[in-house]
């Protein structure tokens, strides 16, 4: 066996392991958003720590980074496919406050909005930077 055949070996398994992370990533991506949706159909969403103002922050702002994050993840990391991703964070973000105003009890946030866009738009920071990095170190 050549060094070439093992090198086309190794590539084939590393390749055939980036997509099925690619699957589980759109996968997880999928299941965030109907979590997403399913917390906004919500009159009272749960609040652990009720006298925490900060919660409602953590929660819009984390599940909007790992919803992108997994999302980017699960495709090439173009401009093309970043921007497509980034739109749809961004639309999902606004409709999902848009949603809350047909639900008892909810109003949509334009600041809920914009917190949801910012983890969106960091986790394209973190993936990119990984990205840069990751080239310049190969």
């Given at each position: 066996e050549t060094a070439k055949s093992r090198v086309t070996d190794e590539e084939k398994k590393l390749k055939s392991k980036m997509e099925l992370y690619r699957k589980i990533s759109l996968i997880l991506a999928v299941f965030i958003g109907i979590f997403i949706f399913y917390i906004s159909s919500l009159s009272s969403p749960p609040?652990?720590?009720?006298?925490?103002?900060?919660?409602?922050?953590?929660y819009h702002y984390s599940v909007f980074f790992i919803f992108t994050f997994l999302l980017l993840f699960a495709g090439k990391f173009n401009s093309e496919f970043v921007f497509v991703i980034l739109v749809v964070s961004f639309l999902y973000a606004g409709?999902?406050?848009?949603?809350?105003?047909f639900v008892p009890g909810r109003d949509p946030s334009f600041q809920d909005f914009l917190l949801d866009s910012a983890g969106?738009?960091?986790?394209?920071?973190?993936?990119?930077?990984?990205?840069?990095?990751?080239?310049?170190?190969?």
């Open positions: 609040n652990p720590l009720p006298n925490s103002i900060y919660l409602p922050i953590i409709l999902d406050e848009l949603h809350q105003f969106s738009f960091t986790s394209f920071l973190v993936l990119g930077f990984r990205n840069m990095i990751g080239s310049k170190i190969r």
